[in-house]
Nanobody, 116 residues
Framework: QVQLVESGGGLVQAGGSLRLSCAASGNIASNTIVYWYRQAPGKQREFVARITAGDITNYADSVKGRFTISRDNAKNTVYLQMNSLKPEDTAVYYC??????????WGQGTQVTVSS
């Protein structure tokens, strides 16, 4: 599997927006589902959103209606547009590819901090 690298995190006030990027080092194999997860301090990593090769998307209930996942195949990049951010969205956000029933290696993630 190709390596996926997250970027775009930062500090934002509640109600603000950020767009995270998940860039692949090469072509993402067909049938790879790309996931976004997040992990807040002291908590387990949790599912945020995913997108299939056919652009079918799924979201955690906590972000539904506020976050949008999309992909640009020409740029080998998956995005996570995050609107109406809340302090509880503060976490390290990770992307990963799921292919042949296996996740690739987890990267460093990108920190998102939402101030109240």
């Amino acid at each position: 599997q190709v390596q996926l690298v997250e970027s775009g995190g930062g500090l934002v006030q509640a109600g603000g927006s950020l767009r995270l990027s998940c860039a692949a080092s090469g072509n993402i194999a067909s049938n790879t589902i790309v996931y976004w997860y997040r992990q807040a301090p002291g908590k387990q990593r949790e599912f945020v959103a995913r997108i299939t090769a056919g652009d079918i998307t799924n979201y955690a209930d906590s972000v539904k209606g506020r976050f949008t996942i999309s992909r640009d195949n020409a740029k080998n990049t998956v995005y996570l547009q995050m609107n109406s951010l809340k302090p509880e969205d503060t976490a390290v956000y990770y992307c990963n590819g799921y292919f042949k029933s296996t996740f690739g290696p987890w990267g460093q993630g990108t920190q998102v901090t939402v101030s109240s």
